[in-house]
């Protein structure tokens, strides 16, 4: 199965755009998201892209203070983009979910990390690496294991107008360490590829 697009009625509102999200009937472990204004559907991931999730999260509880949480099914939100994704991990202090509903603001969450699948490589890649800079998330982590040959790891950061610095690029198998407030060396070498 592979990404499914609902493409809205031009000129459909913020509230109205996260109405239909949500009123979208998916199977269930879908995620359903926004992504420039349309509603995207995609499967429920692979044994081996929640593997890489499991372990980076492992990792990431090892460093980061007790009142933040690292997140699988956080949706974050981007208005201003037309956006709501559903990164694989978001770190985000545990008071951002203190309001109700069902995602918090994208500019709450300190890192997100996105596992490329082959559905869905294009999306991580590009409209939200804008999309979570527009919302000034300070860390983007793109774990890509779909680029034909070759897997990498990437660290965006410093967002500034839409764009991140690309802050480092590892081949699966090396570490790429992630800055303070981390300061973690993240291991990719038991991460599969595609």
């Given at each position: ?8 009625e ?7 755009l996260?109405?239909?999200?949500e ?17 995207t559907?995609?499967?429920?991931p ?11 999260q ?5 460093v ?10 956080l ?16 770190v985000a ?10 995602y ?5 969450a ?15 890649r ?7 800079a ?15 040959g ?28 992630i ?9 990719t ?6």
């Open positions: 199965m592979g990404t499914l697009g609902v493409e809205p031009s000129g459909r509102g913020w509230d109205e996260v109405r239909l999200r009123e979208t009937d998916a199977p269930e472990g879908c995620k359903v998201e926004l992504i420039e204004g349309t509603v559907v995609s499967p429920t692979a044994n081996s892209h929640n593997s890489v999730a499991q372990r980076v492992r990792q990431l509880y090892t980061i203070p007790e009142d933040w949480g690292v997140y699988q099914t949706a974050v939100a981007i208005p201003s983009r037309l956006g709501m994704f559903i990164p694989d991990l978001v202090p545990e008071a951002a979910l203190d309001e109700p509903g069902h918090i603001p994208a500019a709450a300190l890192l997100v990390v996105e596992i490329t699948s082959k559905s869905n490589a294009n999306h991580d590009i409209e939200k690496l804008h999309g979570y527009t919302a000034g998330v300070p860390w983007y982590l793109l774990l890509d294991g779909c680029h034909s070759l897997a990498t790891a990437t660290l965006y950061g410093q967002p500034r107008s839409a764009m991140y610095r690309v802050l480092d690029t590892v081949k699966y198998g090396e570490g790429l360490h800055p303070a407030p981390f300061d973690l060396t993240i291991d070498g038991a991460f599969p590829a595609g």
